[in-house]
C-alpha cells in the first residue's frame, strides 16, 4: 500500500483558487466570503468539497490560513495534531489566554462554511481589533481544528481533544477506508505521534472558548433572526448495527423459513424513529449495507449506523436501552442475532455563564437586546474543549436550516452583524480584566 506525503503544504491544488477582490475591505464579511470561496477549492474532488484530516488537502488548507493569520497580526503555526493556529501575545507572560476556533476540515459534499466561516470569522475579529490599536489585557490564539467532523477515520473531535489534553493512544489503531491507520497517516503528514501531548493547552492558562459557526438547523430562519446565542450541545453517540441472519435462494426459500437479515435491520430502523420521536432524542440512521448484495439473494448479514442524540446524556441512554431491547426482540422473532459496537460518545454540554453573557452583549450591540437562544443539536468542537475551559458560540442564520450539503448558504450581511457581535464580545470580556 502507498501512503503519500506531503513534504511543501500548499503545492497540491485540486482547482484553481479564486482570487479576492480588490475592493474588499480587510476582515469585512466580503473578505470572508471570499476567502470561504478559495478554501472550496481546497478539495480532493473537483466540483464537490470534500476536505479530510491529513491529506494534501489539510496541508494547503493550513498554508493559505497561516497566510490569512499573519495579516491579521497573529503569529502562524502548526501544532502536533496539524490544527492550524495562530497567537497574540498578551501583555505578560503568565497572560491568560482566549480561544477563538472552529473547524477546516469538511464531510464528503459539504457546503463552503460550516467551520471554516468560524475560523475565518475569528482572524478577521483579531485583525480588526489589531487595525484599531486595540490592547487586550489578555493573550488570543484562534484555531483551526484540524478534524471535526471524522470522516476519514470514524472519530469526530480528534484535533479539538488533542487541544484539550484527551487524546487517547488507542486511536493510532484507528484506519480509514484504505487501511491506511492513523499513526501512518501522522508520519506521513509529517506529525510525530510521540509528541502528540504537545498540542494540549494547560488548564491554567486558558481563560475561556468562543466559536462563532452557523446554526445548521432552521430556527433563526424561523423567527427571522440572524443571530442566536447557544445554551449547550446535545449529548450524542454512534453505532455500528448489525443484523445477522442465513443468506437463501429468493425464489426458493419460503417466506416461513427466511431469515432476512435486511427486514430485520429496516423493522429496527422504524422503531429508531418511533422510539427517538416518543422520547425526545434524535436518532438518525445514516448507512446501511446488505450482504451479499445480490438481487437474488436473500441479505444474510445488514450492516448499519446509529446516531443518538438528546438534551441530557440520561435521556439518549435510556433511548440507548430502548433501542436494544427492541433490536433483541425483532432478532428472536426473525430468528435473527443482533449486535451492536460503540464508535463515539460525545457528553452533553452548557455553556460557561459570563461567556454566554459576552455573546448575548455582543448581539444585543448589534440591535438585537433580547436573542434568541438555542440548544445545538450538531455536535461542535467546543465539545471536547469543555473538558478543558468554559465555552460559549454564536450562531449565524443559514439559508433553510441547510447544512453538510453543497447548497449550504448564508447571508452576508448577517456575517457583518456576527463579526460585530464577535468582536463586542471579545471587548466585553477584556473589560472584566482591564
Known sequence: MTVPRYVAPGVVASASSPDEPDDAVPFSAQEILARCDILATHSSRVGAIERSYLTAEHARTN???????????????????????????????????????????????????????????????????????????????????????????????????????????????????????????????????ARIEEAALPREKVLGYLEAHIEQGPLLEDADRALGVVTGIMGARRFDLTMIGEAGHAGGMPYGRRRDALLGASELVTAIESLSRDNGAIGTVGRMQAYPGAANVIPGRAEFSLDLRAETDELRDRVWDLVQEHADKIAAARGLTFESVERHDARATVVGDRLAQAIRAGIAATGDPDPLELLSKAGHDAMAVASLTDYAMLFIRCGGGI???????????????ALDAFEAAVLDLARDLA
Request: aromatic share 8%; proline share 4%.
Open 63 to 193: 498554508w493559505t490560513v497561516g497566510e490569512w493569520m499573519a495579516e491579521a497580526g497573529l503569529e502562524p503555526w502548526q501544532d502536533a495534531a496539524g490544527n492550524q493556529r495562530g497567537t497574540l501575545a498578551g501583555p505578560a507572560d503568565d497572560s491568560p489566554v482566549l480561544l477563538l476556533a472552529s473547524h477546516l476540515d469538511t464531510v464528503p459534499g459539504a457546503g463552503r462554511y460550516d467551520g471554516i466561516l468560524g475560523t475565518l470569522m475569528a482572524i478577521a475579529v483579531v485583525g480588526r481589533l489589531e487595525s484599531k490599536g486595540v490592547e487586550l489585557p489578555f493573550g488570543v490564539e484562534v484555531l483551526g481544528f484540524a478534524d471535526e467532523e471524522g470522516t476519514r477515520f470514524g472519530r469526530t473531535l480528534l484535533g479539538s481533544c488533542a487541544v484539550a489534553g484527551a487524546w487517547q493512544d488507542s486511536w493510532w489503531e484507528l484506519r480509514d477506508a484504505q487501511g491506511i491507520s492513523l499513526r501512518t497517516a501522522f508520519e506521513a503528514f509529517g506529525l510525530d505521534p
Open 403 to 417: 447544512s453538510h450539503h453543497k447548497d449550504e448558504s448564508v447571508i452576508e450581511g448577517d456575517v457583518a452583524l
